[in-house]
């Protein structure tokens, strides 16, 4: 499969699995020395769909995704997801940045995590009292950080939203650790809740040639602000697919 930048000015195309191609890709999606705000990536069909014909996002997927999926990681120390996501959609620890996973109630019963030994490549975060439902419910070696529960969340924030922790705080918690390359790959609750709170510096979009009929908003169901955004960089793939690279303004 063959990558081809077209923004902000066409560039030699990148033939996937050739040498080079990797660090390549890297290049292109190497973000700038001090850019603020964290980096989300997510994926969407055509009409806005997060979930694909199987129910997941992995459906929606395909080799240049995962290839250009794949160069983010590589640019990032860690990988922030929702419990809810990773319930529904199991998650394999990345190979080249740690998985942090941010949890209410800490139920983590169904999560399938693969082959994971070393604790500190598996970030839990949530309230204090979530401790103990982490340990009882996630076989997988981790390490669980409390933090203080948020109980002034917006009204509109949707269910459970008071027993989590604030955003902020979980960023900061994993910046403490020395993972400043923050990126998040949803789901749609906290992809939208990373950007009401203006947390968000760039969203890295993947829209798959397909039409889904419905399914789940890429930002799920919750209201956020109207933001600006600039198109940065695009590929596009021989089947279709499109790779933006949107900046968004600080403090959005």
């Not at 390549?24 to 806005?48: F, K, P, Q, T, V």
């Not at 598996?122 to 103990?132: D, K, N, R, T």
């Not at 968000?200 to 979009?205: H, Q, S």
Request: net charge negative; charged share 25%.
């Amino acid at each position: 499969m063959i990558l081809r930048p077209v923004h902000p000015e066409p560039g030699p195309p990148i033939q996937l699995g050739e040498p080079g191609a990797r660090d390549r890709l890297r290049e292109l999606y190497r973000r700038d020395a001090g850019a603020h705000g964290i980096r989300l990536n997510l994926i969407a069909s055509i009409d806005g769909s997060a979930r694909g014909d199987d129910g997941t996002s992995e459906s929606l997927s395909s080799r240049a995704d995962r290839a250009v999926l794949g160069a983010i990681r590589a640019e990032s120390d860690v990988v922030l997801v929702g419990a809810a996501t990773l319930r529904r959609e199991g998650y394999l620890v990345p190979r080249t940045a740690r998985l942090a996973v941010l949890t209410a109630s800490g139920e983590l019963a169904s999560a399938q995590l693969g082959e994971t030994t070393d604790a500190d490549k598996l970030i839990v975060i949530g309230p204090a009292e979530a401790g103990g439902r982490v340990a009882a419910t996630l076989d997988a070696p981790h390490r669980f950080i409390p933090l203080e529960a948020d109980t002034d969340a917006r009204p509109d924030a949707g269910p459970g939203a008071a027993g989590r922790v604030r955003l902020a705080d979980a960023l900061a918690a994993l910046e403490g650790l020395g993972l400043s390359r923050i990126l998040s790959e949803g789901g749609p609750s906290l992809a939208a809740a990373l950007i009401a709170e203006g947390l968000v510096g760039e969203l890295c979009l993947s829209t798959s040639p397909r039409l889904t009929g419905g399914g789940l908003p890429v930002l799920g169901e919750l209201q956020h602000p109207a933001v600006e955004a600039r198109l940065a960089r695009l590929l596009v793939d021989d089947a279709g697919g499109l790779y933006a690279r949107w900046l968004l303004p600080a403090g959005s």
